[in-house]
C-alpha cells in the first residue's frame, strides 16, 4: 500500500511540473515569432468594407531577434523604393520616401497607428520581446481551437501606455506555437483577431507563411503571405540604420 502510495505522489509530482506557467508560454511563443535574422519577400493584401483589395509586394529583414526590422517596397510602381525601419521593438520608428528623398523619424504615438492603412499597426509588426515588460501573461486552461488542443494564455497590460488592454493567445499544446491572438483595445473591447496559419518548417523553424489580420468593429481584413524567407542570414553593422533606408 504504501509503495502504491509513493507511486502515486511521483505521478502527481512529475505532472504538475510538466504543467507550463504563463511566463514559460510566453517565453516559447516569443522564441517561435522572433529568431535571430531573417529575410524574406512578402505579399500584403488590404480587403476594405466595400471589398476592394490594396496589394503590396516588399523585402523584409528582421535582426536582433526582433528588436529591428526594415522594409523596402517592391510593388506596385507608386511606392517602389519607400523603405521603413523600426527600432527598439517599434518605438523608433523612420520612413523614407523615393521621390522626395526624404526620411520621416514618426512620432512616438504612432506605433499605435494602422501600417499602410492595415488593419497591423506598426506596434502589432514589431512589437517582439516587449510583451514581456508590458503584459503579465497568466494561463486560463486548455481549450480546442478549430480541433486543435491549445494553450489559453491572456496577457493583461501592467500600464496604460500599450494600446491593447489584454492580448488572448491561442498557444498549440504540442509545439506551443501560436495559431490565434484575440486583441483588445484600452476599453477592453474586442477589436481584432490574428489568424496565424501555414505554418512549415523552415529551416528548422516554424514559420506561418500566412498571417490574417480581421478587424471586427470595421469588418476589413488584411492578409500577409510569405513569398520567400530565409533565417540563414547576418547583418553588417549599421545594417537597420537611417543610412541603409536610402539604398
Sequence with gaps: MKRLLLFCLIIMTSL???DPTGPEILDKIIDHMNPENAQGVMEQTIVTTSG????????????????SSLMRYLEP?????????????SDNIWM????????RKLASHAKKQKFEGS?????????????????KPLLKGIEKVDKVRCFKLELQAKSED?????????????DFFPIQIDYYDEKNVF?????????????GILTPMKMVMRNNLDLTETVMEYVNITYDVEFDKGFFSERNLKK
Excluded: H, P
Excluded at 476592394?52 to 528588436?67: A, D, L, Q
Excluded at 510602381?77 to 521593438?89: E, I, K, P, Q, W
Excluded at 491593447?164 to 491561442?170: A, G, L, R
Design 52 to 67: 476592394n483589395k490594396r496589394t503590396f509586394k516588399y523585402e523584409t529583414y528582421m535582426g536582433n531577434r526582433g528588436e
Design 191 to 203: 477589436t481584432k483577431t490574428l489568424y496565424l496559419q501555414d505554418i512549415r518548417t523552415i529551416e
Design 16 to 18: 504538475t511540473a510538466a
Design 162 to 174: 500599450v494600446s491593447y488592454s489584454k492580448m488572448i493567445c491561442w498557444v498549440r499544446v504540442t
Design 77 to 89: 510602381s507608386r511606392v517602389r523604393g519607400n523603405a521603413l525601419l523600426m527600432t527598439d521593438f
Design 96 to 103: 523614407y520616401n523615393r521621390r522626395t528623398g526624404r526620411v
Design 119 to 135: 488593419d497591423f499597426t506598426y506596434e502589432d509588426m514589431g512589437s517582439g520581446d516587449s510583451w514581456k515588460t508590458d503584459f
